[in-house]
């Protein structure tokens, strides 16, 4: 994938070092928790809160010779997403696997979508201020697609002092990961564009965006270079779940 430069350099958000200024480049990625009744590939509650493990079907559990079956609702829901976002809808996409092995994931890999999203390109609108002058500035921030994908389930460290519990209450729940091009040049930005985001789904009505409840959350992608220059090597923050952790962490 080639990332294209869209933003123009802009000297008032150049941070000063030892050797000349330096432009920060932050990208994102927020998984929104879709606003369905069951979970991607079963039937499975999704209520939060309920008891560990009471909300686990067969598939969930990775039990042999289960086979998933797409929830049409989630499908549905990531379209209305699509098209609040100004998107493409594309009418063909392909799940894949992604290989992991962590205890949460029962079937050691995770149903994703990669080359083929259900979502393609779209773009915000964010607000950024006000500066000194009390003047507010609009920028738009690309979309570089959407796709649906699991999530796992919750591993707990901290029940017991020589062993961990594995909750999968969560495991299967469907995710839309939102994916942004590299186009905010600040922590400022990059909150405007979580808030602008979280208040299109709660609109749409497709993420009810509880940070605290881990039904949205970022994965903030942020390196620098000299202005104007090359993208320079990336850096990841996984799995911020507010707002103003996420602008703290920038």
């Given at each position: 994938?080639?990332i294209v430069?869209?933003?123009t350099?802009?000297a008032k958000r150049?941070?000063?070092g030892?050797t000349?200024?330096?432009e920060?480049?932050?990208?994102?990625e927020?998984?929104a928790q879709?606003?369905s009744n069951?979970k991607?590939?079963s039937?499975?509650?999704?209520?939060?809160g309920?008891a560990?493990n009471?909300?686990?079907s067969?598939?969930?559990?990775?039990?042999p010779?289960m086979?998933p079956?797409?929830?049409?609702?989630?499908v549905?829901q990531?379209v209305?997403?699509g098209?609040?976002?100004?998107?493409?809808?594309?009418?063909r996409?392909?799940f894949d696997?992604?290989?992991?092995?962590?205890?949460?994931?029962?079937q050691?890999?995770?149903?994703?979508?990669?080359?083929?999203?259900?979502?393609?390109?779209?773009?915000?609108l964010i607000?950024?201020g006000p500066d000194?002058q009390?003047?507010?500035e609009?920028?738009?921030i690309?979309?570089?697609?959407?796709h649906?994908?699991?999530?796992a389930?919750?591993s707990m460290h901290d029940?017991?002092?020589?062993?961990?519990?594995?909750?999968?209450?969560?495991?299967?729940?469907?995710?839309?990961?939102?994916?942004s091009?590299?186009d905010?040049?600040?922590?400022?930005?990059?909150k405007a564009?979580?808030?602008k985001?979280?208040?299109i789904v709660?609109y749409?009505g497709?993420?009810?965006g509880?940070?605290d409840?881990?039904?949205m959350?970022?994965?903030v992608?942020v390196s620098?270079r000299?202005p104007?220059?090359?993208?320079g090597t990336r850096?990841e923050?996984?799995?911020?779940?507010?707002?103003?952790?996420m602008?703290?962490?920038?």
């Amino acid at each position: 994938m080639t990332i294209v430069d869209t933003r123009t350099p802009d000297a008032k958000r150049f941070i000063p070092g030892a050797t000349g200024d330096w432009e920060v480049i932050i990208g994102l990625e927020v998984h929104a928790q879709v606003t369905s009744n069951s979970k991607l590939f079963s039937g499975a509650s999704t209520s939060f809160g309920s008891a560990p493990n009471s909300n686990v079907s067969l598939v969930d559990a990775a039990m042999p010779g289960m086979l998933p079956v797409i929830n049409e609702e989630c499908v549905k829901q990531a379209v209305r997403t699509g098209l609040g976002l100004k998107a493409q809808i594309n009418k063909r996409s392909v799940f894949d696997r992604k290989n992991y092995f962590y205890p949460d994931l029962p079937q050691g890999y995770q149903i994703s979508q990669y080359k083929d999203p259900i979502v393609g390109e779209g773009k915000i609108l964010i607000s950024v201020g006000p500066d000194r002058q009390g003047n507010f500035e609009d920028i738009e921030i690309g979309i570089e697609r959407l796709h649906l994908e699991q999530d796992a389930g919750k591993s707990m460290h901290d029940q017991h002092p020589t062993m961990s519990y594995v909750d999968l209450n969560r495991s299967g729940v469907a995710l839309m990961e939102i994916v942004s091009k590299p186009d905010m040049r600040s922590s400022d930005e990059a909150k405007a564009y979580v808030t602008k985001l979280r208040s299109i789904v709660r609109y749409l009505g497709t993420c009810d965006g509880n940070m605290d409840e881990g039904s949205m959350r970022a994965d903030v992608n942020v390196s620098v270079r000299k202005p104007g220059g090359q993208f320079g090597t990336r850096c990841e923050i996984k799995n911020v779940n507010s707002i103003r952790f996420m602008g703290q962490a920038i």
